[in-house]
């Protein structure tokens, strides 16, 4: 798994091998900034949150990921999803599958506009396990072989990482080909090893939230370093070398 590291300003990007940086610090910037890899998340968590849905056209979006698809290596930017966590559906008054649905449909918005040539990164939708797979299904021969997949409305469920690992499990069951990235995972369900492996990229600012919560700077670029180490220093687990993840799905 490569863990990107979530940022509150970009020009912090330059400290990190990959960094997650959302399109709401990029809306009123004017001038480039220094990073390598990096992917543009759409801020979709905080536009639902406050305006229960998009006040924008997807082409405002768009317009935004092309500004920025020559500064450094942008290698992906997350298409505007609608999460399903209870909170959010009493917001927007809707569904699982009415939110699922509109996530197909600004995705298909997306990839009609001229993004630069940028991977536009869709996601994958859901609460329980059979919700996700649902997903793929709704989302039929769009999701190609080998696609790099979020797996969205998960970050809240950073407490109990079996929870995690079952949404996980039940996507590679049915396509272990596809890359799942996973949204603002905690150190606790990173602590998970198949969480971990059936992971192809996460992301995550809770070095923010831990820094604050000890007393310390939230907006440190070294603190946001500090967990990054820590995360990627992990060892391997012994249960890795007598059985992979992988198989467990398929078990």
């Known amino acids: 798994m490569r863990f990107f590291t979530g940022l509150h300003q970009p020009s912090d990007a330059q400290h990190f091998d990959a960094a997650f940086v959302s399109v709401k610090r990029l809306a009123k910037r004017k001038s480039g900034f220094s990073v390598g890899d990096w992917i543009m998340d759409s801020g979709a968590f905080t536009t639902i949150l406050t305006h229960g849905g998009y006040p924008e056209r997807v082409e405002v979006y768009a317009a935004e990921i092309k500004r920025w698809s020559t500064n450094g290596n942008l290698l992906a930017a997350v298409a505007q999803d609608y999460m399903c966590e ?62 790099w997949v979020g ?36 150190s606790t369900a990173l602590s998970s090893w198949i969480v971990r492996e059936l992971l192809h990229t996460a992301d995550s600012m809770a070095w923010s939230f831990a820094a604050r919560k000890q007393g310390r700077n939230a907006n440190d670029w070294r603190e946001a370093k500090a967990w990054t180490e820590r995360i990627n220093g992990r060892p391997e687990p012994a249960q890795q070398w007598l059985f992979s993840a992988e198989e467990l799905c398929t078990a």
């Open 86 to 147: 209870a909170h959010m559906l009493k917001i927007t008054g809707m569904t699982i599958e009415q939110h699922q649905q509109l996530t197909i449909e600004r995705y298909d918005a997306l990839l009609k506009c001229d993004v630069g040539g940028v991977y536009i990164m869709p996601v994958l939708q859901g609460y329980s396990p059979a919700d996700y797979v649902r997903h793929i299904e709704m989302y039929g021969d769009r999701l190609k072989h080998g696609a």
């Open 151 to 186: 797996v969205g409305s998960v970050c809240k469920r950073n407490g109990d990482p079996r929870a995690i690992e079952a949404v996980l499990m039940a996507i590679k069951a049915v396509r272990p080909d596809l890359k799942l990235h996973g949204f603002g995972l905690k």
